[in-house]
């Protein structure tokens, strides 16, 4: 890891910041078929998926999937709530 990626925290343990500086730079990865723009080139990608033919948007999360049938995988796997079988509490 670089010198400049690296930082001394409060508690003297070494701070990982190159995820602050990437966003606190000025440069902007814009989509070049809208208006869009992103601090981060991973959110670029995940927004150029909404511009693909046939392209299904998850109505819990912001994951775009292929078709009906993935969407419906993903829901059931990602976001159908798990029951406790000890307590019988059902969690997210």
């Known amino acids: 890891m670089r010198e400049s990626e690296l930082m001394i925290a409060a508690?003297?343990?070494?701070?990982?910041?190159?995820l602050e500086e990437e966003l606190s730079t000025s440069e902007r990865f814009s989509c070049g078929i809208?208006?869009?723009?992103?601090?981060r080139?991973?959110?670029?990608?995940?927004h150029l998926k909404t511009h693909e033919d046939g392209c299904i948007k998850c109505s819990v999360c912001t994951q775009f999937l292929?078709?009906?049938d993935d969407k419906r995988k993903h829901i059931e796997v990602k976001h159908?709530?798990?029951?406790?079988?000890s307590c019988g509490k059902i969690f997210s």
């Open 11 to 18: 508690d003297g343990s070494l701070l990982d910041i190159s």
């Open 34 to 39: 809208c208006e869009a723009s992103y601090a």
């Open 41 to 46: 080139k991973a959110n670029l990608k995940r």
């Open 66 to 68: 292929k078709n009906e």
């Open 80 to 85: 159908s709530p798990i029951l406790c079988d």
